[in-house]
């Protein structure tokens, strides 16, 4: 069974409900996952915005959550979990805002795609000490066993 990561809030490819968004109560997701390879020993969430600022002229990728160290006995993360509520030995990284924790879409013009991707890793990785996006993928490199993705889109109701 390959990995797989499903949402109850939106499916593959759909769009994101506007209470996990800045336009509202900014709430993450709950993710739900399956199909973890045998020897998974951590897992890793990136969720980014590769359309950033503007879909039609994309420049930067946006990083909205970085969560890694998400034990393997783990399958799931409830709606809007917080730091205090994160699995045991679970360790965030720094978003694009310059803090931990989940920061929901917000784009400033025309339809986002974001990108929720869930890594196996073969390894439990040391505290990077709440690492960026680019540290944490260097320290993941030559770990990763299995990977998936759900991507959500979003658009501001003023940008319609």
């Not at 869930?118 to 990077?128: I, Q, S």
Request: with cysteine.
């Amino acid at each position: 069974m390959a990995l797989h990561l499903t949402s109850p809030s939106f499916p593959h490819q759909g769009w994101i409900p506007i209470r996990h968004t800045c336009d509202d109560e900014d709430l993450s997701p709950a993710l739900f996952w399956t199909g973890l390879p045998e020897n998974t020993k951590s897992l890793v969430l990136i969720v980014d915005d590769p359309d950033a600022p503007d879909p039609q002229a994309p420049k930067m990728t946006w990083v909205h959550w970085i969560l890694y160290n998400i034990p393997p006995n783990v399958s799931k993360l409830p709606e809007n979990v917080i730091t205090g509520e994160l699995p045991a030995g679970t360790l965030e990284g720094i978003n694009d805002w310059g803090r931990t924790g989940y920061g929901g879409p917000c784009p400033p013009i025309g339809i986002h795609r974001y990108f929720h991707k869930l890594y196996a890793l073969d390894t439990l990785l040391p505290d990077l000490n709440r690492p960026t996006k680019a540290v944490l993928e260097k320290a993941m490199q030559e770990h990763i066993i299995a990977r998936t993705e759900l991507i959500g889109l979003y658009r501001r109701p003023d940008n319609a």
